[in-house]
């Protein structure tokens, strides 16, 4: 049964518009053909019964001899007794016997229509009968009229339904299969370039349309997904070129040094050159560990939703800088509540707290607070720092992987450039943002969080 379906969109939209046109036809064949026969059997109904009445007047007055030939719309009359005889009748029905039973026996005026076979011809026959009190007593009065006109319109309407019909379904399932394939052509464009782009073309687009219309629309939107998909090409990319131009490096001054060792035969150099050695190490471990949680980061790995207190978060990664050359002065809102992962917002503090003490002077301040309404409140942590501060602009490069500005955020001074990237990237993921903003003096970096919604009180 399956296989008899159409498997295209193109076969199904015309297979469906010939179906409902086909239905909506013969609803409307049924419904035409039957106000047309009611219309016209009204008209032939009105014309019988009116000369019934005339009839039945003159039978009420006891003048039927001055009863006519049937007139206008009446093919016969008949008056017939309550006994069923015959008193009058037009010449066609000329010794037939009564054409419906004896007047019913109590006085009065009837009227009803019922239908016989033909009478005098091939066509129905609609008759009228009028009962009505006579001096000789109850008489009823059978006037015939012919259905050959709603007999000939039944047959022309039907003939000219039957014949105009299939024309009509050819020409919607025609017109309905040019129009589809003409709406469908740009989207098998897109299919077909789609198709073709590989993972090293990247930079091809699909054609837009000019119609402005929803398969327009969808161009736009695979084109821009394309962009996407690019820029994430070129990022990984260059991720992979600067991750390992900053391998390298550390690895070629580790291999030195082991060489180094290695052909130096004075004891008294070695703990130097392994020391320097376990400085490398160092080095490749923590870039290492940074690079594994970009990659879960880039992954899009789902954020454990815990419910924290911010407030604590932050002050145990202050407190555990206590002792540190530069010190951290902190000013915390309490009960700041936020929903994420506690290991990852703390790695955010921990990397701007590096990078505010890696540039400051004297100190390093951290505030955090509240704003917005009771219905959309934001968490706002600030890290400050009197050091150099950054232009405006490079307030969004500095966010960029492996990005250094100057001198001062060199390898000799500590880091890969991939701090303030990591402290972005897992804001964001717990729905946030990290900014570099405007301060009088060193540079101001400020998070802002979602706070996680009150708790409601349970019921027993």
């Given at each position: 049964?399956?296989?008899?379906?159409?498997?295209?969109?193109?076969?199904?939209?015309?297979?469906?518009?010939?179906?409902?046109?086909?239905?909506?036809?013969?609803?409307?064949?049924?419904?035409?053909?039957?106000?047309?026969?009611?219309?016209?059997?009204?008209?032939?109904?009105?014309?019988?019964?009116?000369?019934?009445?005339?009839?039945?007047?003159?039978?009420?007055?006891?003048?039927?001899?001055?009863?006519?030939?049937?007139?206008?719309?009446?093919?016969?009359?008949?008056?017939?007794?309550?006994?069923?005889?015959?008193?009058?009748?037009?010449?066609?029905?000329?010794?037939?016997?009564?054409?419906?039973?004896?007047?019913?026996?109590?006085?009065?005026?009837?009227?009803?229509?019922?239908?016989?076979?033909?009478?005098?011809?091939?066509?129905?026959?609609?008759?009228?009968?009028?009962?009505?009190?006579?001096?000789?007593?109850?008489?009823?009065?059978?006037?015939g009229t012919s259905l050959r006109d709603v007999d000939a319109a039944d047959d022309t309407t039907t003939a000219a339904l039957l014949a105009g019909g299939p024309l009509l379904l050819a020409t919607v399932g025609l017109v309905t299969w040019r129009v589809t394939g003409r709406a469908l052509r740009p989207v098998e464009a897109i299919r077909a370039e789609v198709a073709a782009i590989s993972d090293r073309g990247l930079h091809r687009r699909v054609p837009v349309p000019?119609?402005?219309?929803?398969?327009?629309?969808?161009?736009?939107?695979?084109?821009?997904?394309?962009?996407?998909?690019?820029?994430?090409?070129?990022?990984?990319?260059?991720?992979?070129?600067?991750?390992?131009?900053?391998?390298?490096?550390?690895?070629?001054?580790?291999?030195?040094?082991?060489?180094?060792?290695?052909?130096?035969?004075?004891?008294?150099?070695?703990?130097?050159?392994?020391?320097?050695?376990?400085?490398?190490?160092?080095?490749?471990?923590?870039?290492?560990?940074?690079?594994?949680?970009?990659?879960?980061?880039?992954?899009?790995?789902?954020?454990?939703?815990?419910?924290?207190?911010?407030?604590?978060?932050?002050?145990?990664?202050?407190?555990?800088?206590?002792?540190?050359?530069?010190?951290?002065?902190?000013?915390?809102?309490?009960?700041?509540?936020?929903?994420?992962?506690?290991?990852?917002?703390?790695?955010?503090?921990?990397?701007?707290?590096?990078?505010?003490?890696?540039?400051?002077?004297?100190?390093?301040?951290?505030?955090?607070?509240?704003?917005?309404?009771?219905?959309?409140?934001?968490?706002?942590?600030?890290?400050?720092?009197?050091?150099?501060?950054?232009?405006?602009?490079?307030?969004?490069?500095?966010?960029?992987?492996?990005?250094?500005?100057?001198?001062?955020?060199?390898?000799?001074?500590?880091?890969?450039?991939?701090?303030?990237?990591?402290?972005?990237?897992?804001?964001?993921?717990?729905?946030?943002?990290?900014?570099?903003?405007?301060?009088?003096?060193?540079?101001?970096?400020?998070?802002?969080?979602?706070?996680?919604?009150?708790?409601?009180?349970?019921?027993?």
């Open positions: 049964m399956r296989r008899l379906l159409p498997t295209t969109v193109r076969a199904r939209a015309t297979a469906a518009a010939v179906v409902v046109v086909a239905v909506a036809l013969a609803v409307a064949s049924f419904a035409l053909l039957g106000l047309l026969e009611g219309n016209l059997l009204r008209n032939a109904e009105r014309d019988a019964a009116e000369q019934a009445r005339t009839v039945a007047r003159l039978a009420a007055a006891g003048d039927l001899d001055l009863m006519r030939p049937a007139g206008r719309g009446a093919d016969f009359v008949q008056v017939v007794n309550a006994r069923g005889r015959v008193l009058r009748a037009t010449p066609n029905l000329a010794g037939l016997p009564a054409l419906g039973p004896a007047a019913p026996l109590r006085p009065g005026t009837s009227f009803h229509t019922w239908r016989i076979r033909p009478v005098g011809g091939e066509h129905r026959q609609r008759v009228v009968q009028v009962t009505t009190q006579t001096p000789q007593g109850l008489v009823s009065v059978f006037v000019p119609t402005r219309d929803e398969v327009a629309r969808l161009a736009e939107t695979v084109n821009a997904t394309l962009d996407r998909l690019e820029s994430s090409g070129i990022r990984q990319r260059r991720f992979i070129a600067d991750a390992s131009h900053e391998l390298r490096s550390p690895i070629t001054v580790l291999r030195t040094q082991l060489e180094v060792a290695l052909a130096v035969r004075d004891p008294q150099l070695w703990p130097e050159l392994i020391g320097g050695a376990l400085e490398d190490v160092e080095r490749l471990q923590q870039l290492a560990s940074d690079l594994l949680l970009l990659a879960r980061i880039d992954a899009a790995q789902p954020v454990a939703a815990v419910r924290l207190d911010l407030g604590d978060v932050v002050g145990d990664a202050v407190a555990a800088r206590l002792g540190d050359r530069v010190p951290v002065r902190s000013s915390l809102a309490a009960g700041v509540a936020v929903e994420g992962s506690g290991l990852w917002l703390t790695r955010v503090v921990t990397n701007l707290l590096d990078n505010a003490q890696r540039f400051a002077d004297g100190g390093v301040e951290v505030t955090l607070g509240v704003t917005g309404g009771a219905d959309a409140r934001t968490a706002v942590l600030e890290v400050r720092d009197d050091g150099p501060g950054i232009a405006p602009a490079d307030r969004e490069r500095v966010f960029e992987r492996f990005a250094r500005l100057d001198d001062a955020r060199s390898r000799d001074h500590g880091g890969a450039g991939l701090g303030l990237a990591i402290a972005r990237d897992l804001t964001a993921h717990h729905g946030g943002t990290l900014t570099a903003e405007d301060s009088p003096r060193g540079a101001r970096l400020v998070v802002r969080l979602p706070v996680a919604p009150p708790r409601t009180a349970a019921t027993g």
